[in-house]
């Protein structure tokens, strides 16, 4: 059973940048697509970013291209979302997915962490 564990949330000023990681264990990591969705209170879970199992291939949400980027060290089965210049508006619960393949769909994801707090302040 794959697990999921992310950290590195936290509260930043807009313009501000954070790094989310999110480390696997108890699977095939290196055979997953990995993905990062947010919910913020009173709105459903979006896609933010996904990737997979190939470094470099990548797809984002079009409210964050340019500004966040995905990543992933097999290594060490762990992804990475780095966010810069974050606005107010990407103040929510991150989560880390792994599923079969890239999609912005949240049910083609198997494997849910338990989310991290971004709070970005104005």
């Known amino acids: 059973q794959q697990q999921l564990v992310e950290t590195g949330g936290g509260m930043v000023q807009a313009g501000g940048s954070l790094r989310l990681s999110c480390t696997a264990s108890?699977?095939?990591?290196?055979?997953?697509?990995l993905g990062w969705f947010r919910q913020a209170p009173g709105k459903s879970r979006e896609f933010v970013a996904a990737?997979?199992?190939?470094?470099?291939?990548?797809e984002y949400a079009d409210s964050v291209k340019g500004r966040f980027a995905i990543s992933r060290d097999n290594a060490k089965n762990t992804v990475y979302l780095q966010m810069n210049d974050l606005k107010p508006e990407d103040t929510a619960i991150y989560y880390c997915a792994g599923g079969p393949l890239v999609s912005d769909y949240v049910n083609t994801y198997d494997y849910w962490g338990q989310g991290t707090q971004v709070t970005v302040s104005s």
């Open positions: 108890g699977g095939t990591f290196v055979s997953y697509a």
């Open positions: 990737t997979s199992r190939f470094p470099g291939d990548a």
